[in-house]
């Protein structure tokens, strides 16, 4: 690599510059600060040096990366670069560029390493829980272990499907080159990847002990590991926010002619929905999280009830976002479901409209119910019968999900390939989320089911057994289209088979261990629950012994055996697979248009059409 | 609708199946439904445990039944794997069924959980400060004081005596009053069916009735903190005489750290760093 | 293939470090003290700094215990104590007073005969506003007050380790291990100087006023 673009704007640049910031922000937070201040030197942590410092240092990386070069050029009168987009090579995969099917490669890497760190994290709690009593980890360990867990999976997860998915194949979907706002697109993954660098270095600062929730007061006397779940979740929240709207813009602005919304792929409609919740909730966690950060640095007390604030505040603000922010999870889950099963039944989607209805149905009902998570909480104790009310009403609308999927089974030609697996056990496992939420929901059901293993178990049912089966799904349906190259089928349903079997026989179990008792994030347990979780410990074990197997298949599918795979394997006649695997680099020599059907099977109606109205420039 | 139909199989499948797991849910595994009947507020969540399991049944039963049903016939011939399905692209009629069952078992369900949750006064749950639902006659009012890392008694009628252990008369309404005294934590007497948060500076009421002698569990159930996992203990419920013996017990034992108590009060505010240094 | 295994084995390393350092901690987490199982009775014999000063801990101005191992003190909050057995404490206490937020919690409990003896004088209660920690292992029922050493007192300790002639107060008392068992102990008072409630920090970390008593 010579000197020069060594010197230019590339990740070594990126990461050196990052560091460099870091360190700025940490010395400037002490001139700042300063030892003058007794109150800082008493406790011996300064949050505010480390808030600087994680900050100057996303800038700094940014500014590495040449997200700055852009607007300099502009301010300076300079013609805009376009080079991020002309960057070949795999090196692009390790820089910034505006490439939509590089960002979504990016995402699903990044994404997938730090599930991945998730998902250790989860073996390492089930490890502690194999005794009542003894402890592996110290009990700060096993806080930040479960904070850890719990905080990367939903913040990562919440970009799961939207970030390498729709970011790859949304723009095709809708006949377009690439997105509305192709740097804020590279931007999302970039703050994604600094989000999860930030949450991981907060074991060097002593952790932080409250999980992913991170209720104050508790948090306001945490540790300062709390002030990397506070960088962590703001950034993630931030790109959450740009995703959301970049995404609706793209749909509102980039659709190719004949694209109607009626004619909208039902994976973009989930798209759009999970993108109207990304936008609106995001901000209310952005702020939730400043609030708390000026707790912690310049002692407000919002959240301190001596100091005039209320613990309800937070977790009143923390679940007007986490309510959508669940349903940002579980959305496009649906969205994959409902595209995947025309393919491989061979049909059109049954209830068009009504999945259309059921989605964004979701998408205003998610915003009615978040007192549920404070129902014994004791405030507005006399509106939990509305909030009981709302909670079930969004059954409704989860309800025409399932029967659209349901008809579109209906005398199907069903081929069982992994995807179509991995679809079929989303239903069933959504099932058993749906049907133990209602327990949830139920205010005196919910007095004994709150707070316990019961509702963690509910939500691993509908965020692992619903978000990660379809995000899975996704990955065998779609990722040899992204790589043109196929995934091994025998693994694969070895993969499946072995992580269906063993996700229900760990939360199986932990949703009756629940119910008999056990509360969460506690490191002990009554000595009767112990034969219970020594179950579900094993069985999480083989669980997490079936993610190496997809890892291994993956891995060895896409970069050693590399079994070219034609246009079209699985017959699709959506758009995405009339196209060349991999995608070439403008998608689509000709704009294409498209016809009144988006999934034309059992009819004589062809598939879209590519190529008919000459193309027009996209810049 | 004919057994010759795949809709007139799916059916019978259907109410084969609930006839055959309605009975079980109803008779064998809803009274067994934690958290048991030690209490009125535990007797009714375990009512209401059972009223859900009934009505989730029947949809329960109808998808495993679709879903098996699909998977075993609705399947691409061997060869023929990219011939195309009908173009069915919905029914009216199922569709407005659904919406119709979905809706009526979703309002039957609010309706009957909030008439429940009235009946009894809370059914356990935390109620806030001034709860709607009371029970009627006399109560024995009792604090429940969450601090890091332990709960403290207060028995207020008992000249505010403080105790560290939790010990309830048999056949009295007992009103809880859950507060902190600083993060916020959760009282959770499992087998009482008792679950109040407690927030620093807020009362929440919750109203129970313990029906049988014996032990029950006390966890806390909102993470607080280092010790969350520590936080646990085992109160009793005894018959009066028991308690009186007991509480006048407690009286004499703590007398000493009295004079230095606040007056009982519904929530404490004390000094917010203490002195340290 | 050579990449492919390095590739395990890097991922390997960092995934065993990451674990080794979550099993270790970054908090010192020394072995227990010597006490020999099946004994009748045993001596535990603590100090209370209000800084652990910057030879012992990574948080210098951080309060903390420290137990005599053999004659010297040391960073160990994991005590070792026999089962069945009558331990003798002697908590020397250098630290000022905090006063606690539950002032219930001034009075011994699970103590033999109910009552300590601070400074030569005999009680079972102090004032909750002259407390500067506890020792307290709530699931043995023990808990007994520290009584703090007088603000105006001369020659105070600024960090550990403090030696006998510095300012203090001497607490001592007797208590019975139940059966075997891994029990947690912590301080009641909020004398984490800063962190709201007086909770964080040090109170929050194990390896200053926390840690457990392993009975074998």
Not at chain 3, 61 to 69: G, I, T, Y
Not at chain 3, 121 to 146: E, Q
Not at chain 3, 173 to 187: A, M, P, V
């Amino acid at each position: 690599m010579s000197l020069r673009r060594l010197l230019g704007y590339n990740l070594v640049s990126a990461v050196v510059l990052g560091i460099v910031g870091y360190y700025v922000g940490w010395w400037l937070g002490h001139q700042i600060t300063g030892p003058s201040i007794a109150y800082f030197s008493d406790t011996g942590q300064n949050d505010i040096a480390l808030f600087l410092a994680y900050i100057v240092g996303v800038v700094g990386f940014l500014f590495g990366l040449g997200f700055m070069s852009y607007p300099i050029q502009r301010l300076l009168g300079k013609p805009p670069s376009l080079r991020e987009k002309e960057t070949a090579g795999p090196g692009r995969y390790f820089t910034l560029c505006t490439d939509h099917k590089v960002v979504g490669m990016q995402y699903l890497i990044g994404i997938g390493f730090f599930i991945f760190v998730g998902g250790l994290n989860a073996m390492l709690i089930r490890f502690e829980l194999l005794s009542p009593t003894r402890e592996t980890f110290n009990a700060n360990n096993y806080l930040t272990l479960v904070g850890l867990h719990g905080t990367m999976m939903m913040g990562m997860m919440t970009s799961g499907i939207l970030g390498p998915f729709a970011n790859y194949f949304l723009p095709i979907m809708i006949g377009a080159r690439r997105m509305a706002f192709p740097r804020i697109e590279a931007l999302t993954f970039w703050l994604l990847m600094l989000a999860g660098v930030i949450l991981m270095t907060t074991i060097g600062y002593g952790g932080f002990p409250t999980g992913w929730t991170g209720y104050a007061p508790l948090s306001d006397q945490a540790n300062m590991g709390m002030d990397s779940y506070i960088v962590f979740f703001a950034l993630v929240g931030i790109s959450m926010c740009l995703l959301g709207l970049n995404m609706l813009a793209t749909v509102i602005t980039m659709r190719a002619p004949g694209m109607s919304w009626g004619r909208l792929p039902i994976f973009v409609w989930g798209v759009v929905s999970t993108a109207v919740l990304m936008l609106l909730a995001a901000p209310v966690l952005i702020s939730t999280l400043f609030m708390l950060a000026l707790d912690r640095t310049a002692q407000t007390g919002f959240f301190n009830d001596q100091a005039g604030g209320s613990p309800y505040l937070y977790q009143n603000l923390f679940w007007i976002f986490g309510h959508p922010e669940v349903y940002i999870l579980a959305l496009p889950g649906m969205g994959i479901v409902l595209e995947i099963l025309p393919v491989f039944t061979r049909k059109p989607l049954w209830g068009y409209r009504l999945a259309v209805t059921g989605m964004l149905g979701i998408t205003l009902l998610s915003w009615l119910v978040w007192q549920h998570h404070l129902f014994v909480s004791g405030i507005n104790a006399d509106l939990r019968p509305f909030y009981m009310l709302s909670t079930e009403l969004i059954s409704l609308p989860t309800g025409f999900i399932f029967i659209c999927a349901l008809g579109t089974l209906w005398e199907g030609r069903i081929r069982l390939t992994v995807p179509m697996l991995f679809v079929l056990a989303w239903l069933f496992n959504f099932l058993i989320g749906g049907l133990s939420g209602v327990f949830l929901s139920d205010v005196p059901s919910d007095v004994t089911t709150h707070g316990s293993f019961f509702s963690m178990a509910h939500f691993h049912y509908t965020i692992m057994g619903g978000l990660l089966f379809s995000f899975f799904a996704a990955i065998y349906y779609w990722v040899p289209k992204m790589t043109g190259f196929a995934i091994n089928e025998r693994w694969g349903k070895i993969h499946f088979w072995s992580m269906f079997i063993a996700f229900n026989s760990t939360f199986g179990p932990l949703l009756v261990i629940g119910f008999l008792g056990m509360p969460r994030r506690s490191v002990t347990y009554a000595g009767y629950l112990h034969g219970g979780n020594t179950w579900v410990s094993i069985s999480a074990f083989v669980l997490g012994a079936s993610m190496l197997v997809f890892l291994g298949n993956f891995i060895w599918s896409q970069v050693f055996a590399r079994v070219p795979i034609g246009p079209n394997p699985w017959g699709s006649k959506s758009i995405e697979w009339q196209l060349p695997s991999p995608v070439p680099v403008h998608n689509f020599d000709r704009i294409p248009t498209f016809g009144p059907d988006p999934y034309p099977y059992g009819t004589d109606g062809p598939t879209p059409r590519i190529a008919t109205v000459p193309a027009r420039p996209t810049r | 609708m004919s057994l010759r139909s795949h809709s007139g199989r799916i059916a019978a499948l259907t109410i084969a199946g609930t006839a055959i797991v309605l009975p079980l849910v109803i008779f064998v595994l809803g009274p067994n439904m934690p958290p048991g009947k030690h209490t009125t507020g535990a007797a009714s969540q375990v009512t209401d445990n059972t009223v859900l399991l009934v009505v989730m049944t029947p949809f329960t039963v109808f998808i495993l039944a679709y879903l098996g049903y699909a998977l075993a016939t609705f399947r691409a011939a061997p060869g023929e794997e990219l011939r195309d399905g009908p173009p069915i692209r919905g029914h009216m009629p199922s569709q407005i069924a659904w919406l119709a069952l979905t809706s009526a078992a979703v309002l039957f369900l609010a309706i009957f959980g909030t008439a429940e949750l009235f009946a009894s006064n809370g059914a356990g749950g935390g109620s806030g400060p001034k709860p709607i639902a009371k029970p009627s006659g006399a109560v024995l009012p009792i604090q429940v004081i969450g601090q890091q890392w332990e709960f403290t008694f207060r028995y207020p009628t008992y000249g505010g005596v403080e105790t560290a252990q939790l010990v309830l008369p048999v056949n009295r309404e007992i009103e809880f009053h859950v507060t902190s005294l600083d993060a916020i934590h959760s009282f959770w007497a499992y087998e009482l069916g008792v679950k109040a948060d407690a927030n620093p500076g807020v009362d929440n009421i919750a109203f129970v009735k313990a029906t049988k002698t014996g032990n029950f569990q006390i966890r806390c159930a909102e993470l607080c903190g280092l010790w969350h996992g520590y936080m646990y203990d085992t109160g009793k419920v005894v018959d009066d005489s028991q308690f009186a013996t007991w509480i006048a017990g407690e009286r004499r034992q703590f007398a000493p750290i009295k004079k230095y108590l606040p007056a009982y009060s519904l929530t404490y505010q004390p000094d917010p760093q203490g002195r340290a240094g | 293939m050579v990449g492919t295994v390095l590739g395990v084995l890097v991922v390997a390393v960092l995934a065993g470090t990451y674990i080794t350092f979550l099993t270790n901690g970054p908090t010192p987490y020394r072995p227990p003290s010597a006490v020999a199982a099946g004994r009748k009775s045993a001596n535990l014999t603590l100090q209370t700094v209000a800084a652990i000063g910057p030879k012992l801990a990574p948080n210098e101005n951080w309060v903390s215990f420290l137990v005599r191992e053999n004659g010297t003190w040391h960073r160990s909050t994991v005590w070792t104590l026999p089962a069945h057995a009558l331990v003798h404490v002697t908590v020397y206490q250098f630290d000022g007073k905090s006063g606690l937020r539950n002032p219930f919690l001034a009075q011994a409990r699970g103590v033999v005969g109910g009552t300590f003896v601070v400074d030569g004088k005999t009680t079972s209660t102090i004032n909750p506003d002259d407390a500067s920690h506890t020792f307290a292992i709530p699931a043995l029922g023990v808990i007994v007050p520290l009584l703090g050493v007088d603000d105006n007192a001369k020659n105070q300790c600024d960090f550990a380790p403090c030696s006998m002639s510095n300012a203090h107060t001497t607490i001592t008392f007797t208590f019975r291990t139940g059966k075997k068992g891994h029990y947690r102990w912590q301080c009641f008072v909020p004398c984490a100087a800063g962190f709201l409630y007086g909770f964080g920090g040090p109170m929050q970390t194990i390896g200053y006023m926390d840690g457990f008593v392993n009975v074998v």
